[in-house]
């Protein structure tokens, strides 16, 4: 099986060979960046869920009366643990894709760069619906609480994120189903599909889903200070 290489994908890895260093330089030095990111937002998750855990075994205590404010307690940091895992979602995809970016460009061996390629597809497929679904979560956490929250933004980001999802999720799926994740009975149909995975194609595609990624966490990230808020109001109530 051969990789079915196009005059673009042999002009890119010509492209990439020349500047190997350097993009191995800057991705390596983001990604130990984002990693670093990665694990503070880990933190914050795991802040949640242990006062959600708290909550819990306060309210098998409690009496009656004093069951609501702990309620709304609880409910505010389950709120505040959809933020953060959202943020976390945004933060993973990133990395995953520069991973990949990284894999694709110091790779010079053609069946390595084809596993590389369907796996950043079927990345992207995943990542892309966890996305949709953790952002629809907050818009509607927005829409209950902060009704006065200007959302504009985030929904006009994250409708990016779903056109670009729809538009791709033929091609995304049909990789992740037939070569994949899973494999097609018909080994001509997974050979047609692998040697027709190209270079310039996968890089495209990983270079558009970034700029949604970049866009939506610096549209999620202020929503961190609304999660603060809700806090402050549920530990504001007396029991």
């Known amino acids: 099986m051969k990789n079915k290489k196009s005059p673009l994908d042999i002009f890119l890895q010509k ?11 800057n991705l390596d030095s983001s990604l130990q960046e984002e990693q670093s990111c990665l694990e503070e937002i880990v933190k914050g998750i795991n802040h949640c869920k242990s006062n959600i855990e708290i909550c819990n ?3 098998d205590k409690i ?22 895992n ?15 970016t990284k894999a694709l460009t110091l790779d010079s061996d053609n069946w390595e760069r084809q596993n590389n390629i369907k796996s950043a597809y079927t990345a992207i497929y995943e990542t892309s619906k966890n996305l949709i679904d953790s952002t629809g979560k907050l818009i509607a956490f927005l829409n209950e609480k902060f009704p006065k929250y200007d959302i504009s933004l985030f929904k006009e980001v994250r409708k990016k994120l779903a056109k670009f999802r729809e538009d791709k999720t033929e091609t995304l799926k049909r990789v992740r189903n037939k070569i994949d ?6 080994v001509c149909v997974q050979i047609e599909i692998s040697e027709n995975l190209h270079l310039v194609d996968a ?13 939506l966490g610096t549209a999620v990230s202020p929503i961190k200070q609304m999660g ?10 007396r029991m």
């Open 86 to 100: 959202t943020i976390g979602h945004v933060q993973m995809a990133s990395i995953e894709m520069k991973r990949y």
């Open 203 to 215: 890089v495209q595609l990983i270079i558009d889903y970034m700029t949604i990624i970049n866009e």
């Open 15 to 25: 492209r990439i060979a020349e500047n190997k260093e350097i993009l191995k330089h």
């Open 181 to 186: 994740a899973h494999r097609d009975k018909d």
């Open 63 to 84: 009496s009656i009366p004093n069951m609501t404010v702990l309620k709304s307690k609880k409910e505010a940091f389950k709120d505040n643990l959809a933020i953060w």
């Open 228 to 237: 603060i808020e809700r806090l402050q109001n549920a530990f504001s109530e």
């Open 57 to 59: 075994k306060a309210l």
